[in-house]
Structures are given as C-alpha cells and as structure tokens.
C-alpha cells in the first residue's frame, strides 16, 4: 500500500493530535483548587444548629433537584411549605428562605457555579435581595 | 480463526447485558433521590392560613371608582413588579382601564349616556372557566387551578405568544425586553419576568396563599372591586350578584369569564 503525500498527512495527524490532547498536557499537575464557600454570613452565625434545609452533602449533591420539586410544587401544586426530614419546617422560596441564610450569593452560589461551569437561571426573574435597588 | 455466526451473537448478546448491568444500580438510586429526604405539607408555616376556594371570582363597579384614580392599577404593578417600558406598544399590564365601548361592544350603542360611555372600566384576566390560553399553550405554562385561577408557570413560558393570540380580552403582555431595567420600584418578595416571557393577571394566588386578598382590592378605596369565592353564598362577590345585573365580556365567546362587572 503506497501513501501519497505521506508526510503532510502524517504532520497533520501530528499538529491535530497535539491541539486536541492540549488541554489534558498543558494542565497536568495543575488541579485548580475547588471554591472555598462562604457559610458566615450574619443568619447562619445566628443558627443554633449549623443545618441547611436539609443535612450538607444531601444539600451538596441535590439541592438542584430539591429546588426543582419545589418550584413545580409551589407554582403548580400550591405546596408552599417543605417538611424537612428532620420534621423542620420551612417556607417554600427561594429568595425568602435560600437567600435569607446564604445571603452572599456571590460568595456561596456563584462561586461554586462558576468553578462547575453551571449556568442555573434563577437570577433572571428571582431577586438577589443584596441586588435590590 | 474467525467467530462462527452462532458465536459472535453469543459475544454480542453478553456484552449488552454486561453493559446494562452497571447501571441498574444507579437507576434505583436516582428513583429513591429527592422526595425520600422529606415531605411537604400545604400550610406555610409562621403566616395567616391560606385563603381557599372553590371558584374565585371578582366583581368590578366601575360606577364607584373616583375620577382619574389609578389606585388598583399602582398598587398591583408594585406588588408583581410590572415593567413601564413606557410605550404603548410593549405596554405590559395586568389591570388597566378601558372604554365600556371597547369592553362590551355588543351592549354599546350611540345613546349611551356619557357617564356610562366616559367611564373608566378597570379590566384584568378574567380568570376563564374554559381558557382559550390555557388550551393553546404548548407548554403547559399556563394552566388553570381547581379553584379557578388561570395561573402562569414563568419557568415554562417560551414565549411563543399563542396565548395572546387566543386571548379574547388582552388580558396578556409580552416582555420584548429584558423588564428588570423599567421596573420602578422592585419588590423582592416577588420575581420579576424575563425577556421573551408572557405575563398576566395570577389573581394574587401569591397573597391567597399568605392570607392576603389580591393588591388591588385592598388598595381601592371606593370598595369597587370585590373578590371572593363564586360557590359560597355569603362571599363578597356573590352578596354584590345577587343584587342584580351583571355583565361579563364576550360572554358568547363560551370562555365562562369570571370578572363580572355591575354597570
């Protein structure tokens, strides 16, 4: 089998493999850091209990999920209070209970959004009350 | 040696099943997810009880308002953050004011008297028994509760403006615009909308929920609007039916609106 233009196809794969595989060589060994989350805000400080609505790593790993069945309750439903597993209960709202407690959403949400590159759209209707006017 | 026909779908049917099997763990996992943490109830906790009804509905005496007074009308757009784009033709309103003429065309005549044909008729969502809006939503964003109230699920809005385009009575504006800039004053219990998404009238179904009746009843002084449940004979609403003659808008259109006005 005879390979015409052998060596401009073989610098190509070369020169292609290089750009692709670039950002797995060019940031290995450089693990960016993950966001350092702000918890000490004034009504966290206040909190007997330093507890979300539901326990952290559940909240870590669901609060999306938590917020979701939440919005489709609340407007859809009317279910405006949650009963937390814990038998806590809270108001259903994001603005009222989320950003009463995490009321540093640049130092709590976004960083974490940002480092995940998640781009939740939230903020295009719901206030950040710190944002009000 | 290649693979014998029976031997290779053997391999192949294997391999399938081997790459099932890992992920039937997860599929369990994610069924038993969010709502095994907790429940909901419907009371919100530490407020007045919720107001509860089988039909709202409200009655507009446009006959009592004060001349020039726009109470109803600021008093609800500060509550929903409303935009002023200040244009009439992005206008975006949930109540306004309007000519008997344009309202009731089939009752207006050239010998109406000029209090009648001057008078300002504040106008919202009828809140429809059989929407046309909630009919043509591709999206279920707006949907009709059981007591009454054609609600607007903003998550869900796409902003394709057949609900407009349905509506008989204009009750629907759309954000052409991003609102957040013309609103005057933003009121953080409330969200705003966005651009590309349809707003209406919800019947303060957020204040109901507190307890609360709707913004523009409370705020009208000359006690004009009433709101109450249609089903229970001794509401507000029903006492001022029960009076007399009321009209609803383009009753023939079948939609079963339940905004009555008393004329």
Redo the contacts between chains.
């Keep these: 089998m005879k390979l015409y233009n052998g060596g401009k196809i073989i610098a190509g794969i070369v020169v292609f493999l290089i750009v692709a595989t670039f950002p797995f060589w060019y940031g290995r060994g450089k693990a960016v850091s993950p966001p350092d989350l702000k918890l000490d805000t004034p009504a966290i400080q206040r909190l007997k209990e330093k507890r979300c609505?539901?326990t952290a790593p559940?909240m870590r790993s669901?609060h999306m999920?938590?917020l979701?069945?939440w919005?489709e309750?609340a407007?859809?439903e009317?279910?405006?209070?949650?009963?937390?597993?814990d038998g806590q209960?809270?108001?259903?709202s994001l603005?009222?209970t989320c950003l009463e407690c995490h009321s540093n959403k640049k130092q709590f949400c976004d960083r974490c959004h940002d480092y995940s590159g998640a781009k939740p759209?939230c903020w295009?209707?719901?206030?950040i009350?710190e944002e009000?006017? | 040696m290649a693979p014998t026909r029976r031997e290779f779908i053997k391999i192949a049917g294997f391999s399938a099943v081997g790459l099932i099997l890992p992920s039937l763990p997860l599929l369990s996992q994610a069924q038993a997810g969010t709502p095994a943490a907790g429940s909901v109830s419907p009371a919100a906790p530490g407020v007045l009880p919720a107001l509860k009804a089988k039909r709202w509905a409200m009655t507009v005496e446009p006959r009592k308002c004060r001349p020039d007074c726009t109470d109803c009308i600021t008093a609800c757009h500060l509550e929903h953050n409303v935009p002023d784009f200040g244009n009439p033709k992005d206008d975006v309103h949930w109540i306004s004011l309007e000519r008997v003429e344009h309202i009731f065309p089939a009752e207006a005549h050239p010998r109406l008297p000029e209090s009648i044909t001057k008078l300002p008729v504040p106008v919202l969502c009828n809140h429809c028994e059989n929407p046309p809006c909630v009919r043509v939503c591709p999206t279920q964003a707006t949907f009709k509760r059981a007591d009454g109230i054609v609600m607007m699920d903003y998550h869900r809005c796409i902003g394709c403006r057949f609900c407009m385009a349905a509506c008989p009575y204009g009750s629907r504006s759309m954000n052409y615009r991003d609102p957040r800039p013309f609103i005057r004053k933003i009121n953080p219990a409330f969200p705003t909308r966005t651009k590309g998404v349809v707003e209406k009238c919800n019947f303060c179904e957020e204040r109901l929920a507190r307890g609360i009746l709707p913004a523009c009843v409370i705020a009208c002084k000359d006690k004009a609007l009433a709101f109450g449940d249609l089903e229970d004979p001794r509401s507000d609403v029903r006492l001022i039916l029960d009076k007399g003659l009321s009209l609803r808008r383009r009753p023939e259109l079948g939609t079963g609106p339940q905004v009555y006005y008393i004329l």
């Design positions: 609505v539901e559940f669901n999920k938590l979701g069945a919005r309750g407007v859809r009317g279910i405006r209070s949650y009963t937390a597993a209960v809270f108001q259903v603005t009222g759209a295009s209707c719901h206030i009350p009000v006017r």
